[in-house]
């Protein structure tokens, strides 16, 4: 799925040299089913905490048509040495 890629990405632009990042939880509610059609996901970040952040993800055609909407919360850690 694009929504999950896009998270991902837009997460790890946020994550300092020395964390790692895990998920908490994604949800994603699919609005309307498309048949070989391109698709665009983009997150964008609403919360970025010390520990917890949150990302908006939103997936649409190309004719900007909403395909699917979602949630992604993340936990950054320390890498252990």
Not at 13 to 37: A, D, H, P, Y
Not at 41 to 69: D, F, P, Q, W, Y
């Amino acid at each position: 799925m694009a929504g999950d890629t896009a998270a991902g990405i837009a997460f790890l632009t946020l994550i300092k040299e020395n964390e790692i990042l895990f998920t908490v939880e994604l949800k994603i509610n699919f609005l309307v089913s498309i048949k070989k059609e391109d698709i665009f996901a983009e997150c964008r970040i609403i919360h970025n905490g010390k520990l917890i952040s949150l990302g908006e993800i939103e997936v649409k055609t190309a004719m900007g048509v909403l395909v699917a909407k979602g949630l992604a919360t993340i936990i950054s850690r320390s890498k252990k040495k």
